[in-house]
Nanobody, 119 residues
Framework: QVHVVESGGGLVQPGGSLRLSCAAS????????MGWYRQAPGMQRELVAS???????DYADSMKGRFTVSGDNAKNSIYLDINNLSPDDTAVYYC?????????????WGQGTQVTVAS
């Protein structure tokens, strides 16, 4: 069993910054990557960024610039730093952990953390 827990969401004023955290635990010996998606009200879930255990990062084109993903392998954790927040960033941010024991990979999701950007 794999557990994924996000934290760090909340209410932020426009122009502010925020750091989200995500920790994976349980059967994660074959942890390959972790990442972030977000889902705004009435919208589909969309990729924000991901990072592999060897440090390779990937960002959705629309997320490049204000979003930075980083990881701490010792803590099986990743972080998402968001700068210059706007109301359009209001969404539930979901973290996943990707386990890859052999060829196939499996994603495990957290419950999400709400980010609300408003003055």
């Amino acid at each position: 069993q794999v557990h994924v827990v996000e934290s760090g969401g909340g209410l932020v004023q426009p122009g502010g910054s925020l750091r989200l955290s995500c920790a994976a635990s349980g059967s994660i010996v074959s942890l390959h990557a972790m990442g972030w998606y977000r889902q705004a009200p009435g919208m589909q879930r969309e990729l924000v960024a991901s990072i592999t255990t060897d440090g390779r990062t990937d960002y959705a084109d629309s997320m490049k610039g204000r979003f930075t993903v980083s990881g701490d392998n010792a803590k099986n954790s990743i972080y998402l730093d968001i700068n210059n927040l706007s109301p359009d960033d209001t969404a539930v941010y979901y973290c996943y952990a990707e386990i890859k024991p052999r060829v196939a990979s499996y994603r495990y999701w957290g419950q999400g953390t709400q980010v609300t950007v408003a003055s």
